[in-house]
């Protein structure tokens, strides 16, 4: 499995879950970024949820940050990001359509947003890694 997953995952699982979706991803690359993992959960409190007001998922926008603080910033590249999560679920990006699809279709809420997590993760690296080539 994917290290950074890994990572994220074991923080997701914590008890209590305190990590939001956009603390456990920064948390997840704090160590390479130069960061603690305390600062990183800081940096990142107020992403989760959609900015605590139900808009662009903080998966979604935590990904954005770290691929910037890895050094993929190339427009065509960031745009990429953040459309195939939107084509991977109908064109939503927005945390409060994606919980409530979600639970239209009987979903979990944390087994949801673990996927988002998941989801952010595996485009991060993938396309870290595209860059580097």
């Known amino acids: 499995m994917n ?3 890994e990572k994220a995952m074991s923080i997701r699982n914590e008890n209590p879950m305190v990590s939001n979706c956009a603390q456990t991803i920064l948390r997840a690359y704090a160590e390479e970024l130069g960061i603690t993992g305390d600062m990183a959960a800081k940096l990142s ?3 989760g949820g959609g900015m605590k007001c139900g808009l662009t ?3 979604i ?3 954005l940050m770290v691929l910037g603080a890895l050094g993929v910033e190339n427009p ?3 745009n990429q990001f953040r459309r195939r999560i939107a084509d991977n679920h109908n064109g939503m990006t927005d945390c409060v359509d994606l919980l ?3 639970a239209q279709k009987g979903g979990i809420k944390k087994v949801h947003c673990d996927g988002m997590i998941r989801e952010a993760i595996e485009l991060i690296d993938e396309l870290v890694e595209s860059n580097e080539g």
Do not use: Q
Request: aromatic residues 6%; positive net charge; proline residues 0%.
């Open 3 to 5: 290290k950074h997953i």
């Open 100 to 102: 409530k699809a979600n």
């Open 76 to 78: 065509y590249v960031i």
């Open 57 to 59: 998922c903080g998966a």
């Open 45 to 47: 409190s107020n992403l």
């Open 61 to 63: 926008t935590r990904g």
